[in-house]
């Protein structure tokens, strides 16, 4: 049996990572209930770092509170930037030097889990996110090929006498009502 290689595109890395991070923000007023939190505008973009796998993204935060003791509301937004680094193993016979394309996908979008108000009044919040990573790139693949051609088969298009003589003998008035 015989071998032949083939280069290809292909995924040559995939991985995902957890994050959870926690943030502090400062408000002009002194909060008395926070009443909502909310994150948008998610952006990311995907870059190789030498052996590893970076992230750069950003993200916005609405934090809603009352202040004056829930007589008063208001909006405090906040853009928090982040770099990730991923380590992302590369399988086999891949080669990472080649030109590669970094595909970036959030497997779980930036979500506000805690937010408090801590003693000195400034209100302490977490987020959590889930990214996933794909590398693409060149890899070889080995496939086995037969030496051998296979059989041509012989084509009939030629009618026989019977063929011919079903098709004379049609009947005509085949649709009856």
Same mark, same amino acid.
């Given at each position: 049996?015989?071998?032949?290689?083939?280069?290809?595109?292909? $995924?040559?890395?995939?991985?995902?990572?957890?994050?959870?991070?926690?943030?502090?923000?400062?408000?002009?007023?002194?909060?008395?209930?926070?009443?909502?939190?909310?994150?948008?505008?998610?952006?990311?973009?995907?870059?190789?770092?030498?052996?590893?796998?970076?992230?750069?993204? %950003?993200?916005?935060?609405?934090?809603?509170?009352?202040?004056?003791?829930? %007589?008063?509301?208001?909006?405090?937004?906040k853009? /928090?930037?982040?770099?990730?680094?991923?380590?992302?193993?590369?399988k086999?016979?891949?080669?990472?030097? %080649?030109?590669?394309?970094?595909?970036?996908?959030?497997?779980?979008?930036?979500?506000?889990?805690q $937010?408090?108000?801590?003693?000195?009044?400034?209100?302490?919040?977490?987020?959590?996110?889930?990214?996933? $990573?794909?590398?693409?790139?060149?890899?070889?693949?080995?496939? %086995? /090929?037969?030496?051998?051609?296979?059989?041509?088969?012989? $084509?009939?298009?030629?009618?026989?006498?019977?063929?011919?003589?079903?098709?004379?003998? /049609?009947?005509?008035?085949?649709?009856?009502?």
């Amino acid at each position: 049996m015989a071998f032949k290689e083939i280069v290809t595109k292909a $995924v040559i890395g995939k991985g995902k990572k957890y994050f959870k991070n926690s943030y502090v923000i400062t408000t002009e007023n002194i909060p008395t209930t926070v009443l909502g939190c909310w994150v948008i505008n998610h952006k990311f973009k995907g870059y190789k770092s030498k052996e590893k796998i970076g992230v750069d993204g %950003s993200y916005d935060v609405n934090i809603w509170y009352s202040y004056e003791n829930d %007589s008063k509301t208001t909006v405090v937004n906040k853009k /928090i930037d982040y770099n990730d680094l991923f380590n992302v193993k590369i399988k086999e016979n891949a080669d990472l030097s %080649s030109d590669t394309e970094i595909i970036v996908r959030t497997l779980k979008q930036p979500n506000c889990t805690q $937010v408090n108000i801590d003693k000195d009044g400034n209100i302490n919040f977490d987020i959590e996110k889930e990214l996933g $990573v794909e590398i693409v790139g060149e890899t070889k693949m080995k496939i %086995s /090929i037969e030496e051998e051609e296979e059989p041509w088969e012989d $084509v009939d298009d030629e009618l026989d006498e019977e063929e011919l003589k079903d098709i004379d003998d /049609i009947n005509e008035n085949y649709i009856e009502k």
